[in-house]
């Protein structure tokens, strides 16, 4: 379990108070290789999943897998969905779980949907954790008869941290360019820009997406935008102002090596992350309606 920043890595709010509006509180995963069970919150990890539920296929006729040869589409049979992520209200309480429920699933085809993003398709499901421990529980799901590797997790624990963001794509254009001159000065102060001080992309609950792209929000179907659930990304700090450790976050403004780009080669990052490069490093986005009972989500691939 690595060591976690007790406080986000600059304090934007009190430098800049114009943000302390738009501050969000993000839960920062971290999720390191290891063998989490089905009563931990994990990515990767196996599901506490009732055995007298069927196991979520994909029967999309026309997904299919980048280097499979020939390159035609997998179908017609389903394939079997893999287990992604799983947490508890235990450890993320700040998801939105529906009443009644204390556990967040999410699944996912591998393959690729040309009508869902030409990415991955997710599946979320919301579960009481007592009631589905009282009763069998499924051992193993089925493998995927074809899998994208790229986007196959292997098994991670994670340890749940809080920080607060502020908007990086999300930020409004007139209120960038009024604080033009004060993201310079944070920059030349600290080494790091407004943008890598403020958002953080990597697997996480709640805050801000870290866009790649320009931000491209759902909408549900009663017509309100849906709020960032979970991101899922390929990219896990190793470095810098969002990298955990047991003493000061290296890349705080006045600690050493605080450049972040600068990956360091050694042996403890080969634990890092869910070992997903997620196409050219990209990132998946799980987003949920609020307003809705039913809890209506949607996905958002960013690269």
């Given amino acids: 379990m690595p060591g976690t920043p007790s406080s986000p890595p600059f304090d934007m709010a009190s430098r800049i108070p114009e943000l302390a509006p738009l501050a969000r509180e993000s839960v920062l995963l971290y999720p390191r290789a290891g063998a989490p069970g089905v009563r931990d919150s994990s990515l990767g990890g196996p599901l506490l999943w009732p055995a007298g539920e069927p196991w979520p296929m994909c029967a999309e006729s026309g997904h299919w897998k980048p280097l499979r040869t020939p390159t035609e589409a997998v179908g017609p049979e389903p394939v079997a969905m893999v287990p992604v992520v799983q947490l508890y209200a235990r450890d993320v309480p700040e998801l939105p779980f529906p009443a009644g429920t204390d556990v967040l699933q999410i699944v996912w085809c591998t393959l690729v949907h040309d009508g869902h993003g030409a990415t991955v398709l997710p599946k979320v499901y919301w579960r009481h954790e007592e009631t589905v421990a009282r009763g069998a529980v499924l051992p193993r ?46 920059e030349a102060e600290t080494g790091l820009s407004y943008h890598e001080l403020a958002t953080t992309v990597q697997s996480k609950a709640g ?97």
């Fill in 141 to 186: 799901p089925p493998e995927p008869r074809e899998a994208d590797e790229e986007f196959l997790p292997r098994p991670c624990t994670v340890s749940p941290t809080r920080v607060v963001e502020y908007p990086n794509a999300d930020l409004p254009p007139d209120l960038g360019q009024r604080l033009g001159g004060r993201f310079e000065e944070i």
């Fill in 207 to 303: 805050g801000y997406p870290g866009w790649v792209q320009e931000p491209r929000w759902p909408r549900c179907g009663c017509g309100r935008r849906m709020e960032h659930l979970l991101s899922v990304t390929a990219t896990e700090p190793v470095d810098g102002p969002w990298f955990p450790s047991d003493g000061q976050p290296p890349g705080t403004p006045g600690a050493p090596g605080r450049d972040r780009r600068a990956a360091p080669d050694r042996p403890s990052a080969d634990g890092i992350g869910h070992g997903m490069d997620m196409g050219d490093l990209g990132g998946v986005y799980l987003f949920v309606c609020l307003h809705c009972p039913d809890r209506p989500y949607a996905h958002r691939y960013d690269c």
